[in-house]
């Protein structure tokens, strides 16, 4: 079992940036998993956000190439997603997800729905307003 904790979560107004963080316990290797961000708003489909499979290799949802960007920090065993160019659309619950099985290949696909990762954090929430 993988315990993932996300951070940095809040309000902002629109155009504003955000860096949510998710800080994996100490049986987490990252560069080893399938890791990413997933949001979800209430009465919603959980949508992908963005995904870095074990390869390094990033992949953004459409909605948020060229504002959001994913990093990682292997020393403290932490994802980090900065957001920028914030939109009120934006605004969800961002859960982080990792699984340790997945190919790059298949991690790639995880985009669309999340739904083979194997754990998951409790969520922090975005508020963007107009």
């Known amino acids: 079992q993988v315990q993932l904790v996300e951070s940095g979560g809040g309000s902002v107004q629109a155009g504003g940036s955000l860096r949510v963080a998710c800080r994996a316990d100490?049986?987490?290797?990252?560069?080893?998993?399938?890791i990413g961000w997933f949001r979800q708003v209430p009465g919603k489909a959980r949508e992908g956000v963005a995904t870095?499979?074990?390869?390094?290799?990033?992949t953004y949802a459409d909605s948020v190439k060229g504002r959001f960007t994913l990093s990682q920090d292997n020393a403290e065993n932490t994802l980090y997603l900065q957001m920028n160019s914030l939109k009120p659309e934006d605004t969800a619950v961002y859960y982080c997800?990792?699984?340790?099985?997945?190919?790059?290949?298949?991690?790639?696909?995880?985009?669309?729905?999340?739904?083979?990762?194997?754990?998951w954090g409790q969520g922090t929430q975005v508020t963007v307003s107009s």
């Open positions: 997800a990792a699984d340790p099985f997945l190919p790059p290949i298949l991690c790639t696909q995880e985009l669309k729905t999340g739904a083979h990762m194997s754990f």
């Open positions: 100490s049986k987490y290797t990252y560069g080893r998993y399938c």
């Open positions: 870095i499979d074990s390869s390094g290799k990033t």
